[in-house]
């Protein structure tokens, strides 16, 4: 399992959840992000690379949480 840095998120107006895992990031970004959007598949594809081995966690991340303000989800940093 590829593990990376904590991303907490808002999954609703008043609850938040933290991913650390390719497979919290691909659920979140299926929930979250429109698939027909770049941003979500350029982050589906960093993620699935990451579950490969393929792509840096750190890489991924960036990818996730750009795709996840672009679908105007509120990210804690």
Do not use: W
């Not at 979250?32 to 350029?42: K, V």
């Amino acid at each position: 399992m590829a593990i990376i840095r904590p991303v907490t998120y808002a999954e609703t107006d008043s609850r938040y959840r933290t991913v650390t895992d390719a497979r919290g990031m691909g659920m979140a970004l299926l929930t979250h992000c429109n698939p027909q959007d770049q941003a979500y598949i350029t982050a589906a594809e960093a993620v699935l690379g990451l579950e490969e081995g393929a792509v840096e966690p750190e890489v991924a991340r960036e990818a996730f949480v750009a795709a996840l303000r672009k679908a105007g989800v509120f990210v804690r940093e």
